[in-house]
């Protein structure tokens, strides 16, 4: 007959602290040239059993049991010989791949790279590694890179600005969503407080005549974003005639994507005193072709932009925008998702952030004395 015996994690713990104790500090014996380095060797080496060895190098739950003394050891001789904890080991004991996969429409996106740097800055401390692929927004890639990722036993996704059509078999977590999809938590900013921030500011500072960009309902903020402007402007009262409004076709991520439609707006020939920008690199681009026509920025035409991305502070004038604070909304989705992949909290289907209004150089009062046009 046997007898199963359970031991507590506490008494595991002293039963390591005994093992130690009946343990010598001093080293054991030295590898032999070419030998492979595993648990066993370095233990023969510092006359350690390899389960106390095991603790220490993963950092598992009871190591603080173990003298600091011998945890520097441990550490010492695993970067002496340079052994490494085996991945697939680790994987195949807890059924886990400790990876993750993220989709963004382009790597090279200042949008992207600053949520993803959010989301590596967390996933690191937490000992997990991340697949990046990058869909320029086509559908069918978007599902194919889902599934190649899934075969790669990734154990949840981050989307990064991706329009998902539907569920997936793993925990997901939208930057920017904004549908409704089982399964998934969309971490997504605050639209509706944005466009008040916007409208408000160039309302109070005396402009009615107000230009708009509405971005390609590709990216998944667009339309959202554009709802909510058109709202907070009939909450103003104010007159969006649509010689004034834009759709922006390219799906680009440099400032060539506002160049072309600001121009256009000019030769359309509707007066406006204030542009409102799909993001700030369509700002910048919008800038520069008022400059083309010869106009100033703010003088003639005041700008407003969407993000905060590192250079609208250093653009010439720096440019008034919306803040998204994207490192933050990264963490959080990073944290967001391995908490769903523990099973450690639920969460709402959407978790909202709050934007914040910057105020700099590209926006001021209206020259009501200009007509649209060419400056004098």
Known sequence: ???AIEI???ESQKMLQREYMAKQVKSGIDPTPGQPIGLRTLGEYLNLSPATISLVLNNAPGVRSIPQETRDRVKAAAARFEYRPSFYARSLRKRQSFSVGVLVPELSDSY????????EEFLIEEGYFYLTA?????????EEYSSLLMDRSVEGFILIDTVLEHSLKLPVVSVAGHRKIVGVTDVVLDQRRAAELTLRHLFQLGHRKIA??????????????WECLMAVARDLKLKIPPAL????????STPELGYGPASELLAGGAPFTALVCFDDLA????IRAFMDHGLRVPEDISV?????IQSAAYHNPSLTTIRQPLYHMGMVAARILLQRIRGQATFPATVPILPELVIRESTCPPNLRRGRGKRN
């Open 1 to 3: 007959m046997s007898i």
């Open 8 to 10: 507590t994690p506490n």
């Open 112 to 119: 992207a790279t600053q949520v993803l740097a959010g989301v």
């Open 134 to 142: 990058s869909h320029r927004r086509k559908p069918d890639l978007i």
């Open 212 to 225: 708009f960009m509405r971005g390609d309902s590709r990216s998944s903020d667009a339309d959202d974003r």
């Open 245 to 252: 409004t834009m759709q922006l076709r390219l799906l680009v």
């Open 283 to 286: 700002a910048i681009g919008a």
């Open 304 to 308: 407003v932009g969407f993000d905060d």
